[in-house]
């Protein structure tokens, strides 16, 4: 079945549109209030990520309620750890926390890599639901962390401003760092394609903790993972978000996926040098932004719009969208991006 509102993967492709899509990163969540009613009916997030009609119904609720172009699957990148033998639990105002962590090579080697498609089948069945339900009005988004975060979280235990612990491995225990890097990333590659058979039209990797690597480290321990897993996905474009790797944009445009995620900090000019012009860049408004009145989200939105005219641009914000935002100011983001008519 073709896709109704199929902009996002011609942008993607570099193909001609008649006007940028938008979606925002993290607008399956908390903003919404109508989210919040189904989340406050479950026990916890964890439950509700677990089921595959709930996941489906709050995935396509900023479709119906914000009429973005895209959904994006309600799951967590922290469903891989889990998966492997690191369960997580989501603590209010604290986060992810996981009760076992990877300390050495023999905590590596324990990691249950079998099973992987029953131990996530959850998701597959997430997928197939909302793809019925969507009924091809716009395109359904795949997603996983990519091996870097998702180790700096198995190896910290929790969140952290500076995930030191994980990035110590990289200097104490290289070798334990790549057997785990290497690990994740064969169960994220056979994820993706599972994700893409059920019918994700697009998938994208988050690398959230990438700009807390040095260049040469994220050289070493981020890019050659990203790279497996872009290169093991031809079937549909792939969206890479390393989040602060700024530093790196030559080479994640070397990469064979079709765009970029780019945060707030990148100059879009400084990209586009960096990256090369056959990438479309994917962002980049500070999450920030949205907490202004209506005519200053309208303001700054035009002047992100302007930074990107004449590139191949998907809109979106520089990361995940805050929760207190209101779903209003949203609304007039979204609106924005699309009565923009390139001069
Ligand atoms: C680092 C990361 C995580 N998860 C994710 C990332 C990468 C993107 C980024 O950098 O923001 C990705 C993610 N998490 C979630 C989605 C769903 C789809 C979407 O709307 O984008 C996606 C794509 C749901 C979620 N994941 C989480 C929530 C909130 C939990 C709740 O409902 O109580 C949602 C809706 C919880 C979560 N999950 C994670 C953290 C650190 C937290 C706690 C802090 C926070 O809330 O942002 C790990």
Known sequence: MALKNDLLIRAAKGEPVERTPVWLMRQAG?????????????????????????????TIQ??????????????????????????????????PVFPQTISDMDDVKKLSTSDMSDKLGYVIEAIKITKKELNDRVPLIGFAGAPWTIMAYMVEGSGSKT??????????????????LQSITDCTKAYLKEQVNAGANLVQVFDSWAGILSPDQYEEFAMPYIKQ?????????????????????????????????????TPVDFALKMAGPNMTFQGNLDPCAL??????????TIKMLDQFKGLRHIANLGHGVYPDTDPEKVKVFIETVKSYTQK
């Open 62 to 95: 900023p479709v119906d309620i914000l009429d973005v172009d895209a959904a994006i699957i309600f799951s967590d990148i922290l469903v891989i750890p889990e998966a492997l033998g690191l369960p997580y639990d989501m603590v209010e105002k604290r986060g």
């Open 30 to 58: 908390r903003i919404l209030p109508e989210y919040r009613e189904v989340r406050a009916k479950m026990n916890g997030f964890v439950d509700l990520v677990k089921n595959p009609e709930r996941a489906a119904e709050v």
């Open 229 to 265: 897993i872009v290169d093991s996905i031809d079937e549909v474009p792939v969206t890479v978000f390393s989040k602060g790797a700024y530093f790196s944009l030559h080479s994640l445009g070397k990469l064979n996926c079709e765009t970029l995620g780019l945060d707030w900090n």
């Open 163 to 180: 995930f030191s612990k994980a990035r110590k491995m990289l200097f104490t225990q290289p070798e334990t760092a790549h057997a785990l």
């Open 291 to 300: 907490y202004g009145s209506t005519s200053e989200v309208r303001a700054e």
